[in-house]
């Protein structure tokens, strides 16, 4: 029987490696005598696969040096040997794509898709698969105290604390290797509310990061935009060039566009309302003239109104061919007489119900709560809980509606000014499944 020149590389079967117990792993050469130390694992992204293992950073006589995967016998031993007489001393240079776990990942914060949290990484385990070593947990526990040489509150191996690596989205800061890890995948499973409380919880260097892929998907970015709070937005805005945001402006709604552009310095409102499309324009300048304590200020310009000779099946269409308008304000079809003059609501849900041929004179209620423009937003709200309204039309006094205000839009505006800051409450089922 022959017996190998050198070690087989990659022993060690499947066994799972933590990251904090592999740094600082001596480096030995082939003959066991130890010539650095591990200082970093590095990894390249795949995407929605699991992270693969590409190589080591190991402090090699005092310079940090690139030791690929295929010169190591195995990741798994308590000292790394290698496979390989040559080792290339040249200082590690991290290449596009490249990713440092102790230096990108352990002690950074991630996104927890499923919560829409950013956690922070205390540990990560690495397991071998089909002949390649993975990222394939994340511990977001902070690890256990040290009392008289024993730990406390965890058990030794806190295994249970660990997590698929596929349920986060890591937030590596390298601008060098985003163009290769790709876009945010997993975040587009998110809601703009969700992006935006992220945003509100994020660093500098995290909310540029977050917002770079964003950007991606101009809609969402718009979406976004209007669920942030109107500091952060204005901040985040105001790095931007005037035709910056008025892309962005663009494709918000209007009210939220109007609020933004309000917010802008003195200077640059102008040249931004320049650049807007011009429907957008108009609507924006159209908002910016009321109280924005009023309901005039809080109501959007987009609605849905037919003509009160339309029939049921007419509303639907109506309905069905706008998807454009905000789904809050879609709830509500609005009647019109040949002057434009509001002379009837009817709910969607009615409309449903319904008769496809019947008019809509017929199940509309032809005497509608309505408000003014300067209609103070405790008055609109109390109406609107008075009279169990999801939406509200706004009229001048000749009766033509010129907006509609949605139920979000009051709580908006009247819930205590901290509510952002709150912790939002989670459903009974929001931890199911996980370790006690």
């Not at 964003?214 to 970015?221: F, G, I, T």
């Amino acid at each position: 029987m022959t017996t190998p020149a050198g070690p087989a590389p990659w022993t060690g079967g499947g066994r799972a490696i933590h990251l904090s117990e592999l740094l600082r792993r001596p480096l030995a050469d082939m003959r066991g005598e130890q010539i650095g130390k591990l200082a970093d694992v590095i990894v390249r992204l795949q995407g929605t696969e699991l992270p693969v293992v590409t190589g080591l950073v190991a402090t090699v006589g005092g310079r940090q040096v690139f030791v690929p995967v295929e010169q190591l016998a195995s990741l798994a031993d308590e000292v790394l040997r290698l496979t390989s007489a040559t080792l290339d001393l040249r200082r590690f240079e991290r290449r596009d794509g490249e990713v440092l776990l102790r230096s990108d990942v352990l002690g950074h914060r991630l996104i927890d898709v499923e919560s829409a949290r950013l956690i922070r990484a205390a540990d990560l385990k690495l397991e071998r698969r089909d002949g390649s070593w993975l990222v394939t947990g994340v511990d977001t526990r902070r690890r256990p105290r040290r009392l008289f040489g024993s730990r406390v509150g965890a058990s030794d191996s806190g295994e249970r604390w660990y997590r698929e690596w596929t349920a986060f989205e890591p937030l590596i800061g390298h601008s060098g290797s985003q163009l290769l890890r790709g876009t945010f995948a997993r975040i587009r499973r998110l809601k703009p509310a969700q992006i935006a409380d992220l945003l509100e919880a994020a660093s500098r260097a995290e909310e540029s990061e977050i917002l770079g892929q964003v950007h991606a998907d101009p809609e969402l970015e718009a979406d976004v935009f209007e669920e942030l709070n109107e500091d952060l937005a204005a901040r985040l805005l105001g790095a931007r060039t005037d035709a910056e945001i008025a892309e962005v402006l663009g494709r918000m709604r209007a009210d939220d566009a109007a609020d933004a552009v309000a917010e802008l310095p003195q200077a640059r409102r102008q040249r931004v309302l320049d650049l807007l499309p011009p429907g957008q324009r108009a609507k924006v300048l159209t908002l910016m003239g009321f109280n924005p304590a009023s309901a005039g200020g809080l109501m959007g310009v987009d609605f849905l109104a037919v003509p009160e000779q339309a029939s049921v099946q007419d509303a639907v269409a109506a309905v069905a061919g706008s998807p454009g308008l905000q789904p809050e304000a879609l709830t509500s079809v609005h009647v019109l007489d040949e002057r434009g003059r509001l002379c009837g609501v009817v709910r969607l849900v009615s409309l449903v119900q319904a008769s496809a041929s019947a008019k809509l004179t017929d199940i509309c209620d032809a005497d509608p709560v309505r408000v003014g423009a300067a209609t103070d937003i405790v008055d609109v709200a109390v109406l609107m809980s008075d009279y169990n309204l999801i939406t509200i039309p706004v009229v001048d006094e000749r009766r033509t509606m010129i907006g509609i205000i949605t139920v979000d839009d009051v709580l908006e505006a009247t819930l205590p000014s901290d509510w952002r800051r709150r912790e939002a409450a989670e459903p009974p089922d929001a931890h199911h499944g996980d370790p006690s």
